[in-house]
Nanobody, 124 residues
Framework: QVQLVESGGGLVQAGGSLRLSCAAS????????MGWFRQAPGKEREFVAA????????SYADSAKGRFTISRDNGMNTVYLQMSSLKPEDTAIYYC?????????????????WGQGTQVTVSS
């Protein structure tokens, strides 16, 4: 049974930083592209960042470029999202997702497995 468990969310002031983690189990982690998505209240889920199986290739939404960094530790079966210079508009539930693929995917529909999400709230 595949499980993705996010952690690290919370309340932070604008300009602050958070690091999200997503621990995976029940899959051969190194064979999966990992992604982060988010969904704000009343809005559709949107892509944030994704990372290739080896970690050599990454992709970011324009809103995340220069502020967020995705990384992974295949020995720990964990993917991270380091977020800095946070803005109130970053407030959302953040989800990690996994897809067994060779190509970094930016569409949510491409992903096979999803975590339950972690809330990030940025106050102004």
């Amino acid at each position: 049974q595949v499980q993705l468990v996010e952690s690290g969310g919370g309340l932070v002031q604008a300009g602050g930083s958070l690091r999200l983690s997503c621990a995976a189990s029940g899959l051969t982690y190194s064979r999966y592209v990992m992604g982060w998505f988010r969904q704000a209240p009343g809005k559709e889920r949107e892509f944030v960042a994704a990372i290739s199986r080896s970690g050599e290739t990454t992709s970011y939404a324009d809103s995340a470029k220069g502020r967020f960094t995705i990384s992974r530790d295949n020995g720990m079966n964990t993917v991270y999202l380091q977020m800095s210079s946070l803005k109130p508009e970053d407030t959302a539930i953040y989800y990690c997702a996994a897809v067994r693929d060779y190509v970094v995917r930016t569409y949510g529909a491409s992903y096979e497995y999803w975590g339950q999400g972690t809330q990030v709230t940025v106050s102004s």
